[in-house]
């Protein structure tokens, strides 16, 4: 199985400042038929749903505010939120989707400081 | 707006058995892979099982297998998770999710399942 690690387990950022969550997965998410890094961002506020962000690794769903990026390639990805919001506060889980079973990460909770 | 809603969940005793239901509107799923993602009270998110656009293919995590079956009716726009032989260990919010191919960009809003004594 594909074991994600996420790091920090949370932090704590100022509105304004930068967040950034890594991802270590125990195995290349790195397709070599297409190219393409299976690993997709979520982001869960309290009481919702998980929501997506970012899949193949760095392309950022329809609607998402472009101060999210996911960058990386392999086995190590980061999720950068450049300018913290207090509306970011949440949960934010990496995700493999290269093999079954699909895996998340342990996820990473970002607070305002 | 592409919406899908879970019902189905409820207190059961360990051994019994529950289906889940997951309808979709706003769009058809009979292109979508379809899943099956739970939460336990206060962790993360645990995938446990999905289902190919036609049926045709069905993967469950190895904690499941042989307990719970996943499937769908396209006619009806919904798929469901037939669960047996439940444990405590089952208990958790259960979400349906769905994507083309494995990407799951539209996600219900979960039904509780709980199992207990």
């Known amino acids: 199985d594909f074991v994600m690690t996420q790091s920090p387990d949370s932090l704590a950022v100022s509105l304004g400042e930068r967040a950034t969550i890594n991802c270590k997965s125990s195995r290349s998410v790195l397709s070599s038929a297409d190219n393409k890094n299976y690993l997709a961002w979520f982001q869960q506020k309290p009481g919702q749903p998980p929501k997506l962000l970012i899949y193949w690794a760095s392309t950022r769903e329809s609607g998402v505010p472009d101060r999210f990026s996911g960058s990386g390639s392999g086995t190590d990805f980061t999720l950068t939120i450049s300018s913290l919001q207090a509306e970011d506060v949440a949960v934010y889980y990496c995700?493999?989707?290269?093999?079954?079973?699909?895996?998340f990460g342990g996820g990473t909770k970002v607070e305002i400081k | 707006e592409r919406q899908l809603v879970e019902s189905g969940g409820d207190l059961v005793q360990p051994g019994g058995s529950l289906r889940l239901s997951c309808a979709a509107s706003?769009?058809?799923?009979?292109?979508?892979?379809m899943n099956w993602v739970r939460q336990a009270p206060g962790k993360g998110l645990e995938w446990v099982s999905n289902i190919r656009s036609d049926g045709s293919e069905k993967i469950y995590v190895d904690s499941v297998k042989g307990r719970f079956t996943i499937s769908r009716d396209n006619a009806k726009n919904s798929m469901y998770l037939q669960m047996n032989s439940l444990r405590a260990e089952d208990t958790a919010v259960y979400y349906c999710?769905?994507?083309?191919?494995?990407?799951?960009?539209?996600w219900g809003r979960g039904t509780l399942v709980t199992v207990s004594s």
């Open positions: 706003g769009f058809n799923i009979d292109k979508y892979w």
């Open positions: 999710a769905g994507g083309t191919g494995w990407i799951m960009d539209v």
């Open positions: 995700h493999q989707y290269h093999s079954d079973p699909l895996t």
